[in-house]
């Protein structure tokens, strides 16, 4: 990789951390004839955006890694993916899984939140498809730790605002 390769990972990573303690919740409605709602919470951490990634954090501090295609991918568009949440379609699969479609660059990146349980979420896998699936969200919002409830996402995150982020 070139010294320009590497700097424009570096600016990207850290344009990431910015998102490192908030928490996303989606709101939407189960596909049953009783319409049945669903929520789902989920922290970004720096730690989830490294599992995504073929290397991690250490390598990436001590500057030994080698990103793939996948890794590349989800550099560049994970920030713009997060922004555009606001544009997702969620399909329901299960009481405990659910896939996200959020338009980025010219397809759609998909992510699979798996093991959905009271206080823990796993994010399967981040990757590009061609087309999405699934409705429209009934909500997107993001937990404003001050007042313990939930604010809409994108529109009302500030980064670095406090009062988004998990402390401790």
Known sequence: ?????????????????????????????????????????????????????????????????????????????????????????VEYLGENEIDIYVPVEDAFAKLEIRDIEYSNIVVDSYKKVASSRGEKPVKIGIYNFDTMKYEKFPQEFVADDPKFYFMG
């Open 1 to 89: 990789m070139s010294k320009a390769d590497i700097k424009s990972i570096e600016q990207k990573l850290e344009q990431l951390s910015a998102f490192d303690g908030i928490v996303l919740a989606v709101w939407g409605m189960k596909p049953n004839y009783n319409k049945e709602k669903f929520v789902v919470n989920f922290d970004i951490s720096i730690d989830l955006i490294f599992d995504l990634l073929s290397f991690t954090e250490y390598d990436f501090e001590k500057g030994i890694y080698d990103p793939d295609v996948s890794d590349i991918f989800i550099i560049n568009t994970f920030y713009d993916c997060l922004m555009n949440f606001s544009e997702m379609t």
